[in-house]
């Protein structure tokens, strides 16, 4: 059994156990299911520079603990002083050390888009996403088949939320639907066997139509990086685990904004 498929069925397991402690009434009673999302997809979608989500994330199936000291709300906080298009919220336990929590508490304060970043299987866990605060919601291709990718975007859709497609491979591009999905990951991580190549981006961007708006996913850690990242069709970057490991997080950050800046 590879990671993705452990994950999977740890997630039946969480599904299953939120349906019978919650019912969708108590989804649509929270004070943020009626609310406007904070657009995603304009947020990240600008011209002048490379847009940056920036991820609020604790640990990693591959890198453990990453961050000892952690504060998720601090984190956003700074991330959203300091200029980031959109704050992704990792709120897978089991593998993550993520909490749904965090996300509603990092949405009580939130001034930029939030990207609830977990293993979405299931429509119950979109009503979850929203209740508590997110602005979208990842779905990743390689757990999910193309009806499941068309039902969960539409669950997504009538909840009010965007939805960013994760694809790692030129495989799963037939699974798609590139007039629904606007906005498509890219990850340089295989998540089997958790190598990055930066190259993912430019060997899947061809092909993808002009129109989708593209985010660079793992592997980014420097200007060299975001260089080549600009030379290709993306139009924003997912940085995580580099801002989080960063001995200053601030002054990281803040370096990536200028690098991000396409030349005059």
């Known amino acids: 059994m590879n990671i993705l498929e452990e994950i999977k069925e740890v997630k039946k397991e969480e599904v299953k156990k939120l349906k019978s402690e919650f019912t969708h009434s108590r989804f649509t009673d929270s004070k943020f299911y ?17 847009s940056i989500i920036a991820e609020v994330k604790k640990a990693s199936p591959s890198k453990g603990i990453i961050l000892e000291n952690f504060n998720h709300l601090n984190i956003a906080e700074s991330y959203m002083n300091k200029g980031a298009n959109a704050v992704s919220v990792l709120t897978d336990f089991v593998f993550f050390k993520g909490e749904i929590n965090y996300l509603n508490e990092i949405a009580e304060h939130k001034t930029i888009p939030l990207l609830r970043k977990d293993f979405i299987i ?37 909840t009010d939320l965007d939805v960013l497609l994760e694809l790692h491979s030129v495989e799963q591009i037939e699974k798609i639907d590139f007039s629904r999905n606007k906005i498509i990951g890219i990850n340089n991580r295989d998540l089997k066997t958790f190598d990055v190549n930066l190259n993912t981006v430019n060997k899947i961007a061809e092909h993808i139509p002009t129109e989708n708006i593209l985010v660079a996913e793992s592997g980014i850690k420097n200007k060299k990086d975001i260089d080549f990242i600009k030379s290709t069709r993306a139009n924003a970057i997912l940085v995580g685990e580099h801002f989080m490991a960063s001995r200053n997080m601030d002054e990281e950050l803040t370096k990536f904004i200028e690098w991000c800046k396409y030349e005059n």
Not at 34 to 50: G, P, T
Not at 133 to 156: H, P, Y
């Open 34 to 50: 009626e609310m406007s999302r904070i657009d995603f997809a304009e947020a990240i979608n600008i011209h002048d520079r490379l």
């Open 122 to 158: 299931d429509e119950y866990q979109i009503f979850e996403a929203k209740a508590n605060g997110a602005d979208a919601i990842l779905l990743i291709s390689e757990m999910l088949s193309a009806n499941q990718i068309n039902e969960l975007t539409s669950a997504a859709y009538e």
